[in-house]
């Protein structure tokens, strides 16, 4: 079921997604929130990435493990 109360949940993980993980390229690949934080590394052949899934699998978000 939707409605108001589900699109705010939608926008709001949404807008997390976006400003908290989501890489921008005129950013460095950084998210506006972590301007502060080095340039992620580059992923090689053997790097292990780890995926999280919001919005039940909607949006897709990876990071390296070290």
């Known amino acids: 079921m939707t409605g108001q109360r589900?699109?705010?949940l939608v926008v709001?993980?949404?807008a997390k997604h976006y400003n908290q993980h989501r890489?921008?390229?005129?950013?460095?690949?950084r998210a506006?929130?972590?301007l502060t934080e080095p340039e992620p590394p580059?992923?090689?052949d053997n790097t292990r990435?780890?995926?999280?899934d919001r919005l039940?699998?909607?949006i897709h978000e990876y990071t390296q493990v070290a």
Do not use: F, K, M, V
Request: proline letters at 8%; a positive charge.
């Open 6 to 8: 589900h699109l705010r």
């Open 12 to 14: 709001s993980e949404y």
């Open 23 to 29: 890489p921008h390229r005129s950013l460095g690949q």
């Open 32 to 34: 506006p929130d972590l």
């Open 42 to 44: 580059t992923a090689t």
């Open 49 to 52: 990435i780890h995926r999280h």
């Open 56 to 58: 039940g699998g909607l």
